[in-house]
């Protein structure tokens, strides 16, 4: 069964500094897709990026890149450039078959 | 991107008293449907999977029987929490998928049963 894990549960940045946020999983289907989503307090959950396991190129999108390490089974998300916005849960998601399986989180405070 | 609604945002509900849940994909058909739940400051629970027309899929744990799921049309699915109890507060979200890999989520939906 796939697995994802979120080892921290909240991280602290500084405005403007770039932050990494962890994701580790683990799962026997060759084929699979990894998301990162934004909740913040208002509860929506806001798609921020997706890297497909066959792709060969890091997925960035803006400010957020992904930093996958297949081998490794790490799918980490750097956010540059911080602001104070991005506070907020952050999830990593893995596909099972149609399903999505979602990691703890890690909430983000960026700081002024 | 696509959007995805649901109604109400917020409810409040007495105990033993039933709750529909609507979630509707706005601009795209849907032939999936997901139902999550979510706890404070926890991650997303998926409860169960629905396709048009046919019966939904309950995770392991869910009891159907209270979480009824109605999947009547391609772009609107229902969740009816029957005879509600306090420990059924929850955020409940709804997503949506289309044929590709993307799913779509909905603004969420409070309940809160005193």
């Known amino acids: 069964a796939q697995k994802i894990t979120q080892t921290q549960p909240g991280m602290f940045v500084q405005e403007k500094e770039a932050v990494t946020l962890d994701c580790t999983y683990d799962t026997s289907d060759p084929s699979y897709g990894l998301f990162w989503y934004k909740q913040p307090s208002s509860g929506e959950m806001i798609f921020l990026i997706y890297?497909?396991?066959?792709?060969?190129q890091n997925a960035t999108e803006g400010r957020y890149s992904l930093n996958f390490q297949k081998a490794r089974k790490s799918a980490n998300l750097v956010i540059s450039a911080s602001q104070l916005g991005d506070s907020a849960m952050y999830f990593c998601a893995i596909t099972f078959g149609n399903k999505l399986v979602f990691g703890a989180g890690t909430i983000l405070r960026v700081k002024s | 991107g696509a959007v995805v609604s649901q109604h109400p945002s917020r409810v409040i509900c007495k105990s033993g008293t039933s709750v529909k849940i609507e979630c509707r994909s706005l601009d795209f058909q849907a032939t999936t449907m997901f139902w999550y739940r979510q706890f404070p400051k926890q991650s997303l629970m998926l409860m169960a999977t629905?396709?048009?027309?046919?019966?939904?899929?309950?995770e392991q744990g869910v009891e159907k029987d209270k979480f009824l799921i109605n999947h009547a049309s391609l772009t609107l699915s229902t969740l009816t929490v029957t005879s509600a109890h306090p420990e059924d507060s929850s955020f409940y979200i709804c997503?949506?998928?289309?044929?590709?890999?993307?799913?779509?989520f909905g603004p969420g939906t409070r309940l809160t049963v005193t």
């Open positions: 890297q497909g396991s066959y792709d060969q």
């Open positions: 997503s949506s998928r289309d044929s590709s890999y993307e799913q779509y």
């Open positions: 629905s396709n048009e027309g046919s019966k939904a899929t309950y």
